[in-house]
């Protein structure tokens, strides 16, 4: 048994996270696996010297469309498996790192946004779909599965500080919620609430426009899922609200592997 770090953040623009030193924390938390989302950047515009680790690893899925979306998995566990997973992700956007190591089948994912138009909220709940068809399929081979990043999704009215106000707005409209309660009738524990319970207040995204994080009017919408059968393992769970540079905060996950 070892126990094991993952942090997951969505930085907004990895450049723009690196001009601010805003991921210097890493040397301190040096987590096993670093998962970063929408990067705004292809893998050699990433800049050197965000923090002194020197990760074995790092895998990179950068959108066809430049400075859009992006994801970024820093570790030094060595894997058995990578893949963008783009039988999930078919616009090949970049929203995808897979990485499989001994039965663990890890995800580091950002979700699509689907405020922009009715196209776009269709095609979330289609990549939903597809996203929770392939893990049951690994599932079903006997694999553990852990996944994070920006779900885009708050839960339940306790993970957003405005619920009747945003009922009607892509983010917490029933049917993205409902995909979030079939994954966890399907047996997927959302670690946060596993270890927090009913802990109010607690958000990881905040508006930038109307300076809500100050006041602290945000939604939860960054999650750790694991498979039912990693449940026991978990050591803890927490937003890490205090480290500034995006819009959304890191969110972490400590578990027995």
């Known amino acids: 048994m070892a126990k094991r770090k993952f942090i997951s953040w969505n930085v907004n623009g990895i450049r723009a996270v690196a001009k601010k030193e805003a991921l210097k924390w890493v040397d301190d938390l040096t987590p096993d696996i670093l998962s970063l989302q929408e990067i705004k950047a292809e893998e050699d515009q990433i800049p050197d010297g965000m923090f002194a680790h020197r990760y074995k690893h790092l895998l990179v899925s ?33 929203r995808i790192n897979e990485m499989h190591w001994d039965n663990i089948a890890f995800f580091n994912v950002y979700f699509p946004n689907g405020k922009r138009s009715e196209e776009r909220l269709e095609y979330k709940l289609a990549f939903y779909d597809r996203f929770l068809a392939h893990i049951e399929g690994l599932r079903k081979k006997g694999m553990s599965i852990i996944f ?20 009607d707005i892509s983010g917490f409209l029933p049917v993205e919620r409902a ?57 803890d769970a927490d937003i890490l609200d205090e480290i500034m540079g995006s819009d959304h905060c890191p969110i972490s996950l400590d578990i027995d592997l």
């Open 179 to 235: 995909w979030i309660d079939k994954v966890i009738e399907a047996g997927y524990v959302d670690t946060f609430r596993y270890v927090h319970g009913g802990e109010p207040d607690r958000y990881s995204w905040w508006s930038m426009r109307t300076r809500a994080r100050e006041r602290n009017v945000g939604w939860r919408i960054d999650y750790f899922f694991v498979s039912e059968d990693l449940k026991e393992k978990i050591i």
């Open 148 to 167: 994070c990043g920006d779900v885009n999704t708050a839960h339940r009215e306790i993970d957003l500080a405005r619920p009747k106000e945003n009922e």
């Open 62 to 94: 950068s959108s066809h469309k430049k400075g859009q979306s992006g994801v970024a998995l820093y570790t030094d566990i060595d894997p058995d498996y990578t893949s963008p997973c783009y039988e999930v992700d078919v616009l090949k956007e970049g």
